[in-house]
């Protein structure tokens, strides 16, 4: 069964404090791993995709990797308006363009 | 551009009453998405259309849940003899055929 587990579940960080939240996935034959921020009454906002191994994206204060296994999303100097929800998705083949599967997200605050 | 809109963004009903939940896309956007996220969790997949058929409804949990996209745009999402576990929010998102999918802010059900 196609899974997507991400950890911690919370995350406290002081402001300038850099750190990284994983996603780890069981997936045949990945199609695409996606990042999105979900604020609290929001609907998830899209980060990044990233479709192989080895491959990095970068926007201001964040950069997301992927390995065959897990992908990272490292936050560098984190402000408090970095503070929400992070999701991880995964798009696995023989399932149609619509089905990403979620992990439950990792809470992050950003103290200043 | 104008992001996906999604009405209303509360709806609190009656355990056994039926309900209709609306799903604007993107303008241009073929492919629509229905999600289920209940409190802590991730998204979960419903049904994703692509024109004006359903592409693939492995989701809808039984047969009181039902969506349309008659005219290859708006969709509504119906809901019958609503039960207390259907409380969640309903989120919708759009996207150009294999591409990201963008998020709508969803709708907030609540079954008293």
């Known amino acids: 069964e196609d899974q997507v587990t991400q950890s911690p579940e919370a995350l406290r960080l002081q402001e300038g404090e850099s750190s990284s939240l994983n996603c780890s996935y069981t997936?045949?034959?990945?199609?695409?791993l996606f990042w999105y921020r979900q604020d609290p009454g929001k609907g998830p906002e899209f980060l990044f995709t990233?479709?192989?191994a080895g491959e990095e994206k970068e926007k201001e204060r964040l950069k997301a990797t992927l390995t065959k296994k897990e992908s990272f999303l490292h936050i560098t100097a984190p402000k408090p308006e970095d503070s929400a929800t992070y999701l991880c998705?995964?798009?696995?083949?023989?399932?149609?363009?619509?089905?990403?599967?979620f992990g439950k997200g990792t809470k992050l605050s950003v103290k200043p | 551009g104008a992001g996906v809109s999604q009405t209303p963004s509360n709806k609190v009903t009656e355990k056994g009453k039926y309900v209709e939940l609306r799903c604007d896309p993107i303008?241009?956007?073929?492919?629509l998405y229905w999600y289920r996220q209940s409190l802590g969790q991730g998204p979960e997949f419903l049904i994703y259309?692509?024109?004006?058929?359903?592409?693939?409804d492995s989701g809808l949990p039984n047969d009181r849940f039902f969506a349309v996209r008659p005219e290859g745009s708006v969709s509504t999402l119906k809901i019958q003899r609503t039960e207390r576990g259907d409380s969640a929010v309903y989120l919708c998102?759009?996207?150009?055929?294999?591409?990201?999918?963008?998020f709508g802010p969803g709708t907030r059900l609540t079954v008293l």
């Open positions: 998102a759009s996207s150009r055929p294999g591409d990201t999918q963008y």
């Open positions: 997936v045949s034959g990945l199609r695409g």
């Open positions: 990233l479709y192989s």
């Open positions: 998705a995964v798009q696995a083949p023989g399932g149609s363009q619509g089905n990403l599967i």
């Open positions: 303008s241009g956007h073929t492919a």
């Open positions: 259309f692509q024109g004006t058929g359903a592409a693939d």
